[in-house]
């Protein structure tokens, strides 16, 4: 069953999303690439799940939601990943969010309590200002200098092997990297993170209120996915499992684990009367 692209329309731009035909009373699941990525990088995923209605997008100012101004908080994509859905008529809702899509998707639970069935992290972290020392949010918001003085050939090495251990998450995103400039990178990348750091500060204590599951690639080399991970399953109590062999986009090196995993979530939540 193959997916429709749709515009949602907002003030600053148009955000560009694709879904499955509507299978009425059947759950949904919300898939959000992270920083950088587009809604490709959930390739192997859509296919997997044909009972449930699937929705993903690229991220405003990601991919062919551009033009897009970098004067949104995430708070601000939560609230346009509501738009959507409520334009969808989304019910049942579970969120599936890699890296920074992990982070919109702990937004849109903080902003609309109880409205979520179920969230799987994937290679993301917790939103909680206790999980960050002041020298971490520090250097989130003050990323660009620092890629900006490596060569641009050099970065985009280093994003692309840096992320993926497999030869097709590493040519997926060599194509997602070459719609962007350097300058359009740069831009982007200083303002996801910023405005990552400001989501965490403003959310001293937060807590997931439904049930949820954590994903880790064993390779992920992307900052400290991995601490992040440990303390997030050992002081929240959330199941944690590691993706072998997988980097930091581990839905892409090892699709076949990581779908089996998300069934069994989704089982559980079945059984938990979703």
């Excluded at 694709?18 to 009373?25: D, I, K, L, R």
């Excluded at 890296?99 to 179920?118: F, H, I, K, R, W």
Aim: proline fraction near 7%; include cysteine; hydrophobic fraction near 40%.
């Amino acid at each position: 069953m193959g997916t429709q692209e749709k515009i949602y329309q907002t003030p600053s731009g148009a955000i560009h999303y694709w879904v499955t035909p509507g299978q009425p009373g059947k759950p949904w699941l919300v898939f959000l690439p992270g920083l950088s990525a587009d809604h490709h990088l959930f390739d192997q995923q859509i296919p997997a799940f044909p009972e449930y209605n699937r929705l993903v997008w690229d991220a405003p100012a990601h991919a062919v939601s551009r033009p897009f101004p970098l004067n949104f908080s995430m708070d601000d994509m939560a609230r346009y990943l509501h738009g959507i859905l409520e334009a969808e008529g989304a019910e049942n809702m579970i969120l599936l969010g890699q890296s920074l899509g992990g982070y919109v998707a702990q937004c849109y639970l903080a902003l609309y309590p109880g409205t979520v069935s179920g969230f799987v992290s994937i290679d993301s972290a917790p939103l909680s200002r206790k999980y960050f020392s002041g020298w971490e949010l520090a250097l989130l918001k003050n990323t660009r200098w620092m890629y900006a003085i490596l060569p641009w050939k050099f970065l985009l090495n280093w994003g692309i092997t840096g992320t993926s251990q497999t030869p097709y998450g590493r040519e997926l995103m060599a194509r997602t990297w070459a719609v962007y400039t350097r300058d359009e990178y740069l831009d982007l990348a200083d303002h996801g993170y910023r405005i990552l750091a400001e989501a965490v500060e403003a959310r001293p204590e937060y807590t997931i209120d439904c049930p949820a599951m954590l994903l880790c690639g064993e390779k992920d080399a992307a900052g400290s996915a991995k601490s992040y991970n440990r303390r997030w399953t050992k002081i929240d109590g959330l199941p944690l499992h590691w993706i072998k062999g997988a980097g930091h986009n581990s839905n892409t090196d090892a699709p076949d684990k990581v779908n089996r995993l998300i069934g069994e979530f989704l089982n559980s939540l079945i059984l938990g009367h979703i």
